[in-house]
């Protein structure tokens, strides 16, 4: 049967009313909690939360509902002012319970002597506990021989005897291993303690939860005061990138980038109509190690007037001393639309045109007794053509990478081979990405060290026209949302593409159905990013780095509008 000690007054100071024969413990548990200041206290193992109750209590204390509930059952329960800890082992109730204990005052203090508030007191092995108030002082009665065990996010939990005392005073130390977190800054790693500039960091496991073409769009939402704008909906699209702003009317706003070390721009993409391509999607967002933004003056004053837009610092993976390893990772997923806009059907489009003719004093569109097959009769539209789900699709998305890492005490290696590629929620749009990158750090001798990456990499895509709002009458996406249903895909007297929105009165947009099955613009990019450091190390405390390197990108597009589309 079940077992019960209370401690405190609050539990006969407090009533409940509960009438149910189809409550879960848990249910119970979770009612009793929200009507009172109670708090249960269990392991998973130690009650069967899922068990089925009835429970009949008129103004009762706690401890009669916990009778009816634990009743016939090895379950025990412990009262200990408003903490209930439930255990199916009765030597589990705490000392302070079982038997008299000792009353421990006391006050929890940080390394400058400020109270430290809602810091956890534990009595060791125990559920024993409280926290400590708005002055940073708490009571708590133990077991003469006790050890507390004081914790802080923030700071170093401490373990201390009781002994024979009755008061305590508790001083915490600040737990310094996120203070010794080091980030990448312009002349060299710093740590964040002794940071007074303003940066922002993202480190790889932060990457790699998200599935990106282009490790700009991994900085979305992730760092203050930096904003990330898709410009392009279609896969690979450009991203622009402002930190604390734009700052110039005229001149470009995009930071400046330097991958490990060695500055280079966003590089380039062949122009033309519609999007284009993102430059920066050439870069495998699974190579990174880090990445930090560098916001205000004093952190980008290495970089004179190119950091006046921020600086974004790339370090990628290098490979670390130890037996060679190859790793697989990767991923595959689904995409779509999700949420399409609720359209009128052709019969509803019939209808207000109709309705707006005669308002008018015009004749109708739709008649009953038509014959024109562009203007069909009234019963014959139905429920027409549905133009989005024509353009949309479910797309898949898929990610693969390959990397042996390893090395000895002088020479260490990361080679990583990359596939990525995306098919848009667009029909007829694609971005796909091939990458190496190989790091490789060389101790040529005592006083020398030589580190050098290389990335080469080939982007291609189809990129269509899914972007704009309708200039140039070449958006798909507009096209799909004016043309009206009553619109066949095909004209029904030639067969062929019905090429433009022949209504009267209506938006002249062209079919977008062409362009999404025969349209072609097609983009490449190659690129080879090429960098090495040499570093000599003088005496202690004093290098010289020499670095160089190489920036070299291709960038081609070929567009081809067949007879089947609009300007073709």
Not at 95 to 101: A, N, P, R, T, W
Not at 407 to 434: L, P
Not at 462 to 483: C, F, K, P
Request: contains cysteine; aromatic residues 8%.
């Amino acid at each position: 049967m079940s077992f019960c000690l209370a401690a405190e007054t609050y539990s006969q100071e407090t009533f409940f009313t509960i009438e149910s024969n189809n409550l879960t413990v848990k249910e119970v548990f979770n009612k009793i909690e929200k009507e009172s200041e109670y708090i249960f206290f269990y392991l998973d193992n130690s009650v069967d939360l899922n068990r089925k109750v009835s429970v009949k209590a008129r103004k009762e204390q706690v401890s009669k509902i916990l009778d009816q509930i634990f009743e016939g059952t090895d379950t025990h329960y412990y009262i200990s002012d408003r903490q209930i800890i439930i255990s199916k082992d009765e030597k589990a109730a705490p000392v302070s319970l079982q038997q008299k204990g000792q009353t421990i005052t006391g006050i929890v203090k940080d390394a400058t002597g400020e109270p430290v508030i809602g810091a956890n007191i534990v009595e060791k092995g125990t559920t024993n506990g409280t926290i400590t108030d708005m002055n940073g002082q708490f009571t708590l009665t133990v077991n003469p021989k006790a050890v507390l065990q004081i914790s802080y996010i923030g700071f170093n939990t401490l373990d201390m005897p009781v002994g024979n005392k009755s008061s305590l005073t508790i001083k915490l130390t600040e737990d310094t291993k996120a203070l010794d977190e080091v980030v990448v800054v312009g002349y060299g790693v710093m740590r964040k303690s002794d940071l007074t500039g303003s940066v922002g960091s993202v480190k790889s496991d932060v990457i790699q939860k998200q599935a990106i073409s282009s490790f700009d769009q991994g900085l979305q939402g992730k760092v203050a005061g930096v904003q990330v704008m898709a410009t392009s909906g279609s896969p690979g699209g450009v991203v622009d990138i402002r930190i604390r702003g734009g700052n110039s009317l005229t001149s470009g706003n995009q930071p400046l980038y330097v991958i490990d070390g060695y500055p280079v721009t966003a590089g380039g993409s062949a122009g033309g109509s519609g999007a284009g391509q993102n430059p920066l999607a050439t870069l495998n967002p699974g190579d990174i190690e880090s990445m930090e933004i560098l916001k205000d003056a004093s952190a980008t004053s290495i970089y004179g007037s190119r950091g006046a837009n921020g600086v974004i610092l790339i370090t990628t993976k290098r490979g670390k001393q130890g037996k060679t390893t190859v790793t697989y990772d990767g991923y595959v997923g689904f995409q779509h639309v999700a949420k399409k806009l609720d359209m009128m059907n052709a019969t509803e489009w019939a209808e207000m045109v109709n309705e707006g003719a005669e308002t008018d004093g015009r004749p109708i569109y739709y008649s009953n007794t038509s014959s024109d097959p562009l203007y069909p009769a009234m019963s014959q539209l139905g429920e027409g053509t549905d133009w989005q789900d024509q353009i949309f699709r479910t797309a898949p998305i898929h990610s693969h990478n390959v990397s042996v890492n390893g090395g000895s005490e002088n020479t260490k290696f990361a080679v990583v081979a990359s596939y990525f590629g995306q098919e848009g929620v667009v029909k007829n749009q694609d971005f796909n990405r091939v990458s190496l990158r190989n790091n490789i750090d060389t101790k040529i001798s005592k006083v020398v060290d030589l580190s050098t990456s290389l990335t080469i990499s080939r982007v291609f895509a189809n990129t269509g026209r899914e972007n704009g709002d309708g200039g140039g009458n070449t958006s798909i996406i507009n096209a799909s949302l004016v043309m009206p249903p009553t619109v066949p895909i095909y004209d029904p007297t030639t067969g062929e593409y019905v090429r433009l929105n022949y209504l009267p009165g209506s938006s002249t947009v062209p079919n977008p159905v062409p362009y999404v099955k025969h349209l072609q613009d097609k983009g490449t990019i190659d690129r080879i990013l090429a960098s090495a450091d040499l570093t000599f190390h003088i005496i202690d405390g004093l290098t010289l780095k020499v670095s160089g390197g190489a920036d070299m990108s291709n960038a081609s597009r070929e567009v081809y509008e067949p007879k089947e589309t609009y300007r073709g």
